[in-house]
């Protein structure tokens, strides 16, 4: 473990000196890159790339690259970063270039105040910082979460990380939001690693508290998001209060960058913000944005919330309805089929009851539906829950696994799924999102 030192901790940022402009690499290249300066990449959907570091040291968004061991990336938009210096030796195709200015000195600047914050905890007993991360799209949230994430686990801490965003499943498919303590090192190949279902993996694979949502943004059915949120809340800080590390770490919170752009968008905030008793805001890339965090939040009367600013790193890069399209298919994949030899194909009959057969109120959250060709090719969620409780209670409980429609014989009400768990499911309530919509077939 090296976390460095602070190399030119107070320094003024330099000025933007990319060391070359994007150009397109096909057979092997060697990089030789100084202390402090970033390699970034862009590997498009259907090709991979091959990445070895040769000397010096390397870390993809906070986790350490070891020397000399081959890397695979395939469809992904990241970066390699070197605080002492190192070489790189890449092959395969993808745009590339050099950046030396970055802001990663104020992100581990930030780290070590959050370290701070976790030593005060532990000589009092107390709860490491629970931190939100906001800011628009695309700013570089979720790589800011990751940072912060692996050097925690780099001090031998165990962060909480909360995905709030559904657009991104975190060890799990879109449409869930999930809290997962996060104790071994994250897995770079795949982003945040492993799902549970996913075979062996070089990585020891997190198990998430998952909860569904099924939508895209927040703002879609902000009736359904918050309760949710609630529950993910509620879940996350009574797994903290079971163990002490965990709760003496704390917990990072990545959200929707739509969320940060107007008022219903604030609103969802501030519900975050008080449901996960949030205590630390960082804002990545909008002084507007941290102008109104301050606002709603440093006055507040507990006093409690600390804002900072951060800057958006020049290394942030916008990701189309296409990509965004393919990175969803590619983690519904992994879901399915990170282990061909543990998935099963169940032919089961069930009467598809978001509450079940018994008489519930129906409280308008869920709509009763049989089997239907609509069905076919989508994602259904598997609650812990029982077919006669109420709709709230199948909204509130976790999810067990997520199943997939392979076919639909409307007339028998059969319905033939992939299910990628060792468990009966035939007497649970299933959520069939209406997103992501799958367009392709799985099998
Ligand atoms: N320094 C960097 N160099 C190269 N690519 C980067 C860098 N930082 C982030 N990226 C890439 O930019 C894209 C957007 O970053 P990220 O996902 O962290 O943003 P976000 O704010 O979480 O986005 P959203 O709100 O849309 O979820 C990602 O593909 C990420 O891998």
Not at 110 to 130: C, I, M, S, V
Not at 239 to 253: A, C, N, Q, S
Not at 290 to 319: I, P, W, Y
Request: aromatic letters at 8%.
């Amino acid at each position: 473990m090296s976390i460095p030192g602070i190399p030119g901790l107070g320094q003024a940022a330099a000025a933007p000196t990319f060391a070359a402009g994007p150009a397109t690499a096909a057979a092997s290249t060697i990089h030789e890159l100084q202390a402090n300066s970033e390699w970034r990449f862009e590997v498009a959907f259907g090709q991979s790339i091959d990445v070895k570091v040769l000397s010096g040291t390397a870390e993809i968004f906070g986790t350490e690259l070891a020397e000399k061991h081959t890397y695979t990336f395939r469809g992904t938009k990241s970066s390699i970063f070197t605080w002492h210096g190192c070489r790189l030796e890449v092959s395969g195709p993808c745009e590339e270039y050099t950046a030396e200015d970055t802001p990663m000195v104020s992100y581990v600047n930030t780290h070590f105040a959050l370290e701070k914050l976790r030593d005060e905890a532990a000589q009092n007993g107390g709860e490491g910082p629970r931190v939100l991360v906001v800011g628009p799209n695309n700013a570089g949230k979720t790589s800011l979460v990751k940072l912060l994430t692996s050097y925690a686990i780099r001090m031998g801490r165990q962060p909480m990380v909360i995905n709030t965003d559904s657009r991104e499943g975190l060890l799990s498919i879109p449409g869930s939001l999930t809290a997962t303590p996060f104790a071994s090192i994250l897995d770079v190949e795949q982003g945040w690693g492993s799902s549970p279902t996913s075979g062996p993996s070089p990585v020891p694979v997190k198990l998430p508290l998952c909860y569904y949502y099924g939508l895209p943004s927040p703002e879609d059915n902000a009736k359904l998001f918050k309760p949710v949120v609630t529950r993910l809340a509620l879940a996350a800080s009574s797994r903290l209060g079971v163990d002490p590390v965990v709760k003496g770490t704390g917990m990072i919170i990545d959200t929707p960058g739509v969320i940060s752009q107007g008022k219903e968008g604030y609103e969802l905030i501030s519900h975050i913000v008080s449901e996960f008793a949030v205590n630390i805001i960082l804002v990545l890339g909008s002084e507007r944005l941290h102008s109104e965090m301050n606002r709603r939040f440093s006055q507040s009367t507990s006093g409690a919330v600390t804002v900072v600013k951060l800057d958006k790193s020049g290394g942030c890069v916008d990701r189309d309805d296409a990509f965004m399209r393919h990175t969803q298919e590619a983690s519904i994949r992994e879901y399915f089929f990170g282990d061909l030899k543990r998935t099963l194909i169940n032919s089961i009959n069930p009467s598809f009851l978001p509450g079940g057969e018994a008489e519930t109120m129906d409280t308008g959250l869920y709509e009763k539906v049989e089997p239907s060709s609509m069905m076919l090719h989508c994602i259904l969620a598997v609650m812990y829950a029982s077919l006669r409780d109420s709709q709230e209670t199948i909204r509130d409980a976790t999810v067990m696994g997520f199943v997939y429609v392979a076919e639909v014989d409307e007339k028998k009400r059969r319905m033939k799924i992939l299910v990628p768990m060792n468990t009966r499911i035939t007497d649970r309530p299933m959520i069939w999102g209406t997103w992501p919509e799958t367009t392709v077939s799985l099998i």
